[in-house]
């Protein structure tokens, strides 16, 4: 059965070195996620990474452009309501319809429970990084949490 462990992080330097141990640990960069808010008060093309591949990290310039070129993929959306939006990984085809639904919608079609897509957005909006990893390996599920723990993810859950 497919898992998917999530992770909250208050800073992009313990995301980045969670994704960094994960991928030590032979994690596929084809099942990991990243969901992040772009530069504070910066549109897209403010940010310099409207509709923009980020996978070499330099297209929005700034902190969270190198986060996001950690993983293959990413892509960046503006939210009304909420802003520039960074995401990479499979999440990246559940939020692509979030213009409308924002955040919490595109996580709710992703299979979260609608509470939990809510408050994983208001955590985005907040400044919180999410890093998210689909297993379907109950002990790799543990191993996950196991690296979110070490790298000082503050909330840490499993979804079937």
Partial sequence: MSQTVIGLFHSQEQAEEAIRELRVRNFSDLDI???ARGEE???AA???FGN???ADGTAAGGAIGGLAGLLAGAGA???PGIGPIIAAGPLVGALTGVVTGG???GLIDYGLPEEEGERYEEEIERGSIMVAVETDDEEL???IMSVF???NAFDVKVYE
């Fill in 33 to 35: 996620s990243l969901v």
């Fill in 77 to 79: 959306f503006l939210i």
């Fill in 149 to 151: 723990r070490e790298n």
């Fill in 41 to 43: 008060g910066a549109g």
């Fill in 103 to 105: 955040i919490a919608g």
């Fill in 46 to 48: 403010e940010a310099g």
């Fill in 52 to 54: 923009q591949n980020l």
């Fill in 141 to 143: 599920a543990e191993e």
